[in-house]
């Protein structure tokens, strides 16, 4: 049994203030749950410590939102995984369709990235998914092997003891629109026999794979009804207490 991860990503949202009235809001309703879920969070880097500090003693975990791959240098802007690690950080989101699409994130860099943190011994949550375009081009499943066993390579069956995929239909990302539960599980049953191929039956059974796009507390239900879907990361509807806890008490 896969025990279910729902993530939040805040992405740019939340105030140091904000994150912690909206943490405690979050660790107070979790802890009145009898479910068996793991809960992580993903506020902006100028909040992490505010969040690991408010989180401190419960069950939710803090996420990065980003990281770069090189331990120190002269690399204006960007946040090391050691330094991730001090500010709190369990776990990281590395090769988010955001990332990917404003600020040049390939299969090489996110690769990069993934070693880096497991260097550090950060959790990650490793996204992949495909356009609206390459949809409609029926392309999805060989973009999503390409970025399956690009930000795989050279991992250990070790590593992949700390990893989680995310896919995400870049179409369905803040746009209100949600992939059936159907081209869900396709996708993220073919993630698993990718991960299968790559490593072996145990890794690939193990793999906790969640879905990115539009989650609600309406939707979660049915998504977790497909036997490949192990949680959600959650966009917007993680800015409030009440739909993000609605969505970890699915």
Request: with cysteine; glycine share 10%.
């Amino acid at each position: 049994m896969r025990l279910p991860i729902i993530a939040g990503n805040w992405k740019m949202h939340k105030t140091i203030p904000e994150t912690r009235k909206l943490v405690y809001g979050i660790v107070e309703k979790k802890a009145g749950l009898n479910n068996k879920c793991e809960v992580i969070i993903a506020p902006p880097f100028t909040a992490l410590f505010t969040a690991g500090e408010a989180a401190k003693g419960s069950e939710v975990k803090i996420a990065a939102q980003n990281i770069h791959w090189e331990e120190k240098g002269a690399f204006t802007g960007e946040v090391s995984a050691g330094m991730l690690v001090d500010a709190g950080c369990t776990y990281v989101i590395i090769g988010h369709s955001e990332r990917r699409l404003y600020f040049g994130e390939t299969n090489e860099t996110v690769n990069l990235k993934v070693k880096s943190a497991l260097k550090s011994g950060l959790k990650l949550i490793i996204c992949v998914g495909e356009t609206l375009s390459q949809r409609e081009r029926g392309i999805t499943l060989s973009v999503i092997k390409g970025q399956v066993e690009g930000g795989l390579k050279y991992l250990s069956l070790e590593d992949m003891l700390k990893v989680v995929i995310a896919y995400e239909p870049v179409w369905a990302i803040g746009t209100g629109k949600t992939a059936t539960k159907e081209q869900a599980q396709e996708v993220h049953a073919f993630i698993r026999e990718s991960v299968r191929n790559l490593f072996n039956d145990d890794i690939s059974e193990s793999l906790r794979i969640l879905y990115g796009g539009s989650v609600k507390p309406s939707n979660i239900k049915e998504l977790m009804s497909m036997p490949d879907i192990d949680g959600a990361l959650v966009g917007g509807a993680s800015l409030d207490v009440e739909s993000f806890i609605g969505i970890v008490n699915f």
